[in-house]
């Protein structure tokens, strides 16, 4: 008799987007004819940039030919892409990141869950409490999370690092020793980064304890503050504890399109072996590459016209999230992030809880938002928008936040 | 301090392929300026359909527009190519599948892979002998097999199931009580399929074992006999213990351009477990959907211009087939397979090793196999030869091949 992978029975419902979405159709349902401007989704609108669309149609064009048809393509991504990844997202920056350490993927999701196949269950775990839910979810599935604990909202055998405003939501080295430790900066959902000195410390911790820091850094391309770190490998000492995701999604509007990288040093070993080569042969074995009608939009990114193009769109979710900061903070309200991350974390007014204020605003204002108690115990008291809207509607949205507010 | 995965360290370097590339290289570099054709290759080698082209460059020019914009899709596939495999690849059939049991996904090489994740680590797992190493490396991975026995080239844990002339190639329930079973028909590597009776008899084992089949019919579109079932679900009773795999990368020349999809009915229970939620779970969780871009191409298949034309190309895949056959049939060699697959599995003349007579087709015909040990100890007295490359150079290998003979 088969036996299915218990872990699963454990994992609670996705509770948190369905419960948004419940809300909201009820709401609608009971107020036919309104209409809720939604600053609670995470996924992007504006379009692929033209010259992504020009690459894609040219590869599009070669794949109908004999001479430019493309099969199997290699499952650690084209040399292409893996070159322009190496040159433009970290050689530019005076990071020393070779093409052999990159590897393309369909998505950091798939990444940041994947990558727990190279690793033994019996290591502890430690995740920043808000979370994005997949790095939790990922290794409950895993067996590395123990028992889900209703009542607390929590896994026993996870650390929880609390962000909170007190550390300016950026996590604190814990007590315990914790091997793989996800760290998330920009972060999903406080829109929190965490600055050089704080990263270095953590390098160290990691290093000093043998742990492997998983480095999310998909919404590297949001940051505008000088000085902080766009990637982990700028600190000393990174490439011999940390492997760093990151995402075209939310760069250059991939997420219909699915391209993203993951990058494991060749320094980086534990139990004597090398990181690198147990991705790749993960990667070898259980995925079979990115299709290179993808895999040539996502080059087109690196050239001085395609780069271009989607800072662009950045700047304009980057002035999505500057209409929600000042305009939420002239009215009397605490924000966070926004600054390097499309994300903005809202406190409560009064001490609210998440739900009933996002429930105040939907009823109120008919703007959706998500509540920050979804993403962890730490979240309670706060909401997280997001700047993926249209400037129009964004903008509507933050008056009648306002509104109601006075 | 991180632990790694202790599973990884056990697999035997993929052995297989990079072998056969030395041994190539090893000859071209002491021959130089010879040319060898690879008869070795599993990779498809006509472009895409132009129903598939066109439809894809729609959804390009789609994506560079507001209106037209596609970001986060559905981790299960969009509802228009769910629907058209439901209807296309079942309905058409007479076979009852719904599209809530159609998961697109980016190769069956992931879902094969991946679907050990909803499983516990403690099923007994059998595989066919030769067989396609991705079933086996995935579950050693896992910690599913055991030891590797290298003098034996198998691994401790796995029920192994020879399929060898005696049985038409063709598997037989195991004596053993097997979990898991990973069947192949049309099969990787000996081109051989399972007919209806002898498929019956699998499901009534997995049903009275309380057994799960896993079955890739991956070269599905290649069956050309009447009466050999092109699903598993044509079967009765195997909407209760059968997962099946299915790929556009063969059927529609998608190796380079990544989709397929698997089927999971909603009636397969296992432990009180819907499997359908449990992989629908893991799909939403570590995925996060295959290209617009790429479902649009996938859906064209099945409009009747796109089928017309893609059954053009898998004719001319089969006519490959039937010259490599009756070639090296007439030239007294015994072939099996190439009937109802692209592989033709080729019985080694004079008792030669697998390895014995790839070298010498290699140095007198210049035309590289693959070797039938390297997939398993069943498999040595053969070799594979592939139908994917052009038809000119294929009349011309058989050719050469036949000369060596006289």
């Known amino acids: 008799m088969v036996k299915i992978n218990e872990n699963f029975l454990k994992l609670p419902g996705s509770y948190l987007f369905s419960e948004v979405a419940r809300r909201i159709n009820a709401y609608t349902t009971a107020h036919p004819g309104t209409e809720i401007i939604k600053l609670s989704i995470g996924d992007v609108t ?53 093409p052999e350490e990159i590897f393309i993927s369909d998505g950091a999701k798939s990444d940041c869950g994947n990558i727990g196949d190279i690793f033994g269950v019996d290591n502890v775990v430690a995740v920043c409490d808000p979370v994005y839910p997949v790095y939790v979810d990922t290794n409950a599935m895993a067996g590395r999370a123990g028992e889900y604990q209703e009542e607390l909202g929590r896994w026993n055998r996870l650390i929880y690092m609390p962000c909170v405003e007190a550390n300016g939501f950026s996590p604190e080295p814990p007590k315990e020793k914790a091997d793989l430790i996800y760290l998330c900066s920009p972060n999903n959902p406080t829109g929190a980064v965490i600055s050089r ?15 492997v ?3 999310d850094s998909a919404y590297e391309a949001f940051i505008t503050s000088e000085g902080v770190p766009h990637t982990i490998f700028e600190i000393e000492g990174a490439r011999t504890c940390a492997i760093e995701f990151r995402s075209f999604s939310k760069t250059a509007g991939f997420t219909g399109s699915r391209c993203a ?6 320094e980086l070993e534990r139990g004597g072996a090398k990181l690198n080569a147990l991705w790749n042969r993960r990667q070898c074995t259980k995925f079979n590459g990115v299709p290179y009608v993808i895999q040539r939009g996502a080059a087109a990114v690196y050239t001085p016209e395609g780069r271009a193009q989607i800072m662009s769109n950045i700047d304009y979710y980057r002035e999505n999230a500057r209409v929600i900061r000042e305009g939420l903070t002239g009215a009397g309200l605490t924000c966070f992030g926004g600054v390097d991350a499309p994300y903005i974390w809202l406190k409560t007014p009064d001490g609210l809880g998440s739900w009933e204020f996002f429930d105040q605003v939907l009823a109120q204002a008919n703007v959706a938002t998500t509540p920050g108690a979804g993403f962890g115990p730490s979240g309670e008291g706060y909401i997280r928008l997001t700047a993926f809207g249209g400037a129009e509607a964004t903008r509507t949205a933050v008056e009648r936040v306002k509104g109601i507010l006075r």
């Not at 001479?67 to 040159?87: I, K, N, T």
């Open 46 to 98: 504006r379009p692929l940039a033209p010259e992504v669309i020009k690459a894609m149609h040219g590869a599009v064009e070669e794949m109908g030919t004999v001479e430019g048809f493309h099969g199997y393509g290699p499952e650690q991504g084209y040399e292409f892409l893996r070159e322009a990844v190496a040159q433009g997202d970290y050689t530019a920056r005076g990071v020393d990141i070779r």
């Open 197 to 211: 000195e704080k990263l270095k410390a953590w390098v160290d911790y990691a290093n000093a304890n043998g742990s």
């Open 213 to 215: 820091i998983l480095y």
């Open 261 to 266: 990288y993951t990058v494991v040093p060749m």
